[in-house]
Structure formats: C-alpha cells, structure tokens
C-alpha cells in the first residue's frame, strides 16, 4: 500500500490546518498513523487512530489535534488547530498494528511527508 500525504503549507500562530493521508488501497484493516520529523530533530508519533477508531495523541498534540479516518476513502486526516512554531515540521503518515498501547509501523507502508510551516 502507497501512502500519500497533503495538504500542508504555511500557517499562523493560533490557525488551523487539515492534512490528509491517502492510500492507494484499502487500510481498513490497519491501525493509521502521524508522525512528524522538525528539521534537525527525530521523527516523532504525533496520534494513531485504530481499525475500531480508538485515537491516541502525544502531549504535544493533546487538545489540539484531532486524527480521523474515513475508510470508504482510504484516507485519514489530522486537523491541527491553535497551531504554534513548534508544530513546524515535515508530517509523515504510516500504516501499521497496536500490540498493548504500542503502535507498530508497517515497513514499506510510509507516506513520502508534507511540510508544515507555522510563522508568528
């Protein structure tokens, strides 16, 4: 499965984004991930959503963020709101399992990135 991410660009302090995670199959059966990698920085897990719809959020996305996945569309999205300079970042999607509260990518089931960008 190919995975493709959108919809990022430049965005202020306190605004809004919606980015979108779409594959070239079906990933109904598969747990859907973002990440995020600040230049210079690691990649970080940023939410999961599960195949039941569970979401889980790092503390930096917690009541900012809102991941969701519309399965007849192969697509899951990631709403950022209330948006800061630290959210900068190029955004990654990944397909993968949860094994006891742990996601697990798939190899090979990664999304080539979208840049977002938060000025003040």
């Known amino acids: 499965v190919q995975l493709q991410a959108s919809g990022g660009g430049l965005a202020q302090v306190g605004g809004s984004l919606k980015i979108s995670c779409r594959a070239s199959g079906t990933v109904s059966g598969a747990a859907v991930a973002w990440h995020r990698q600040p230049a210079g920085n690691e990649r970080e897990l940023v939410a999961t959503?599960?195949?039941?719809?569970?979401?889980w959020y790092a503390d930096s996305a917690k009541g900012r963020f809102t991941i969701s996945r519309d399965d007849a569309k192969n697509t899951v999205y990631l709403q950022m709101d209330s948006l800061k300079v630290e959210d900068t970042a190029i955004y990654y999607c990944?397909?993968?399992?949860?094994?006891?509260?742990?996601?697990?990518?798939?190899?090979?089931?990664w999304g080539q990135g979208t840049q977002v960008t938060v000025s003040s």
């Open positions: 990944s397909a993968g399992g949860i094994l006891q509260g742990t996601y697990y990518p798939i190899k090979d089931h």
């Open positions: 959503i599960s195949v039941g719809g569970t979401t």
